[in-house]
Nanobody, 120 residues
Framework: QVQLVESGGAFMVQAGESLRLSCAAS????????IGWYCQPPGKRHEVVAS???????DYADSVKGRFAISRDNTNNTVYLQMNNLKPEDTARYCC?????????????WGQGTQVTVSS
């Protein structure tokens, strides 16, 4: 199994400020084929914000291009989301999700999430 733990959120930051979220993976990390950051704004479904696949291809939601950056440190099995120039509409619970392979299937694991609230 793969376990994910997020950190780095903030109860309240001002618009224009920056945050860095961390997602620490443990367990069968070598079986991870995709890892991404998702956000869930109040009253809405999860939306993918940024992701890295097994070929190191990175993708971003249009709303965060040029402001957010996803990266990973394989030495400590951590994926980061650098969030710059935050906007009130970025307010959401941010969750890390990973797809990982077993011998017979591909499964998904989610972290518990970390709240980001941006005030204008």
């Amino acid at each position: 199994q793969v376990q994910l733990v997020e950190s780095g959120g903030a109860f309240m930051v001002q618009a224009g400020e920056s945050l860095r979220l961390s997602c620490a993976a443990s367990g069968s990390v070598s079986s991870i084929t995709f890892i991404g950051w998702y956000c869930q704004p109040p009253g809405k479904r999860h939306e993918v914000v940024a992701s890295i696949n097994g070929n190191d291809i990175i993708d971003y939601a249009d709303s965060v291009k040029g402001r957010f950056a996803i990266s990973r440190d394989n030495t400590n099995n951590t994926v980061y989301l650098q969030m710059n120039n935050l906007k009130p509409e970025d307010t959401a619970r941010y969750c890390c999700m990973a797809n990982w392979k077993t011998r017979t299937s591909t499964l998904s694991s989610w972290g518990q999430g970390t709240q980001v609230t941006v005030s204008s």
